[in-house]
């Protein structure tokens, strides 16, 4: 299988092609979509946080959930981190250019669907193009 399309390297300066497995923008593609990275890049959008703050401002987000997605997203170079040496240390994240760069569509698609609910309601809004669908 070594010679199928899957395996094909992507030159430097070449658009990446995600539905290749060595692409390296597939990696960065599921950090961002993964359950809880798109709401990290969404609560940085506006500030940069400590870590307990964005804790706070994801609910239901785990402490272990909240340290991993970071650690992928400042290894994707979406997010930075500062930590400052004080006893404990204070732990700050914010977002890189990238990051706000990539941040500012998912921005505009959470804003489309919550004006879409708050203008329709939930039960509206998910079901409004089904009674025009032909059967």
């Given at each position: 299988?070594?010679?199928?399309?899957?395996?094909?390297?992507?030159?430097?300066?070449?658009?990446?092609?995600?539905?290749?497995?060595?692409?390296?923008a597939r990696d960065v593609v599921d950090h961002v979509t993964s359950r809880w990275g798109i709401w990290v890049l969404i609560s940085l959008?506006?500030?940069?946080?400590?870590?307990?703050?964005?804790?706070?401002?994801?609910?239901?987000?785990?402490?272990?959930?909240?340290?991993?997605?970071?650690?992928?997203?400042?290894?994707?170079?979406?997010?930075?981190r500062k930590v400052e040496p004080t006893t404990p240390p204070q732990v700050t994240y914010g977002l890189t250019e990238f990051g706000r760069?990539?941040?500012?569509?998912?921005?505009?698609?959470?804003?489309?669907?919550?004006?879409?609910?708050?203008?329709?309601?939930?039960?509206?809004?998910?079901?409004?193009?089904?009674?025009?669908?032909?059967?």
């Amino acid at each position: 299988m070594a010679g199928s399309a899957q395996f094909r390297r992507t030159e430097p300066g070449d658009r990446y092609d995600v539905f290749h497995t060595d692409c390296p923008a597939r990696d960065v593609v599921d950090h961002v979509t993964s359950r809880w990275g798109i709401w990290v890049l969404i609560s940085l959008r506006s500030n940069d946080l400590r870590f307990y703050e964005l804790r706070e401002s994801i609910r239901g987000i785990s402490e272990k959930m909240l340290a991993q997605t970071l650690r992928a997203l400042v290894e994707d170079g979406l997010v930075w981190r500062k930590v400052e040496p004080t006893t404990p240390p204070q732990v700050t994240y914010g977002l890189t250019e990238f990051g706000r760069d990539i941040g500012e569509p998912l921005t505009d698609l959470f804003d489309r669907i919550t004006r879409r609910l708050s203008a329709e309601g939930p039960a509206e809004a998910l079901f409004a193009g089904r009674a025009a669908r032909p059967a």
